[in-house]
């Protein structure tokens, strides 16, 4: 269960669990619902076709005629049954991990369909390759690409914001399994501080304000000086570059305690050893301050995980200090020392 930790009552009186944790069981983000065509035709699918963003509450006007290019082609393979998976975000390394390496996973074990079509780029082939991930019936359409195919069923499912436990169970269950058969990985504990205010790759602003970073980033020393803990600022950065994949996933999987603003590094939580009672405290948007969308407590990555974490991690949440903008954040530094302490 995620915990709030604050000062404000209104944030504890929030109902948060009932708010943000049913959503993520809905079957109707699992079904596929195939149309039967009256005889088999060609189709064409490229990598525009396959991003749900630009198809976003047009679904129910979207039919198989938009792929359509002729009848039956000779030339084409044919196949009974045909899935194409619209995901999100494809070159966005966070959205991957929540959203589009799930799902692939997913439907390509469990899904109807004899083959999958689903856009995607360098980053989440980067990505699959890191974690070991085996698409048996999928293929993923790049930039400049299209496929050719025949079919008579075909669905086209948009999996925007469409997240299950079920995925996000079976994608976890992935990587733990991976990386303990894969990897070497050092035995020495690290706290992890994910900072926005050092890295190029930030976008959408919510820097922590420079004074309240230096109060957290002293804390956080301290505490590890005293609980044998090695300190690590991560920026989602190493030299200037943004750092290796590997290197990303090695490092989190170390961790013991991982403290941040929302943002992309914190995804990186799915690495941490569940064996190492792993804990993670997210600064976020509360009841009196909201920096994104008007979300109360909604955007923290256990609830993009789909909850994933409940009874795995010991997960709080923070919210961010009256005064805080899109711009720049704050948090009550007591609040964190509360999380600290309270083991």
């Not at 065509?37 to 005629?65: C, I």
Request: proline share 3%.
């Amino acid at each position: 269960m995620t915990r709030v930790i604050s000062k404000i009552g209104r944030d504890h009186k929030y109902r948060y669990p009932s708010r943000w944790e049913d959503r993520h069981c809905n079957s109707k983000h699992l079904h596929e619902q195939y149309t039967t065509l009256e005889h088999e035709r060609s189709f064409q699918v490229d990598n525009v076709a396959t991003q749900s963003w630009l198809r976003r509450g047009v679904m129910k006007n979207y039919s198989p005629d938009d792929l359509a290019v002729a009848n039956k082609c000779i030339n084409a393979i044919t196949y009974n049954k045909v899935l194409v998976l619209q995901t999100v975000y494809q070159t966005n390394y966070c959205h991957n991990l929540i959203d589009s390496l799930q799902t692939l996973m997913y439907h390509d074990q469990y899904s109807e369909a004899d083959h999958i079509f689903t856009g995607g780029g360098q980053l989440m082939k980067n990505q699959i390759e890191t974690l070991g991930i085996k698409l048996n019936k999928t293929t993923i359409i790049d930039r400049n690409e299209h496929c050719l195919f025949n079919t008579k069923c075909l669905c086209i499912f948009n999996v925007h914001i469409k997240r299950h436990i079920k995925k996000a169970t079976l994608f976890k269950n992935h990587v733990d399994k991976y990386i303990d058969n894969n990897f070497e990985i050092p035995t020495k504990p690290r706290l992890i501080y994910c900072s926005r205010n050092h890295s190029e790759d930030v976008k959408h602003g919510r820097k922590m304000s420079q004074e309240n970073e230096n109060e957290i980033i002293m804390l956080l020393k301290q505490y590890c000086e005293e609980n044998d803990l090695t300190y690590t600022l991560f920026t989602g950065e190493e030299s200037g570059r943004t750092m290796p994949l590997v290197d990303q996933l090695k490092l989190f999987r170390q961790a013991k305690i991982v403290v941040g603003p929302h943002g992309g590094a914190m995804s990186n939580i799915i690495y941490l050893d569940p064996t190492n009672n792993p804990r993670v405290c997210e600064f976020t948007s509360g009841t009196q301050v909201q920096v994104q969308q008007n979300i109360i407590f909604g955007k923290n990555y256990n609830n993009l995980y789909a909850h994933l974490f409940n009874g795995m991690y010991d997960y709080c949440l923070i919210p961010f200090a009256i005064g805080s903008t899109p711009q720049h954040t704050t948090i009550d530094i007591d609040n964190l020392k509360k999380f600290l302490l309270d083991k």
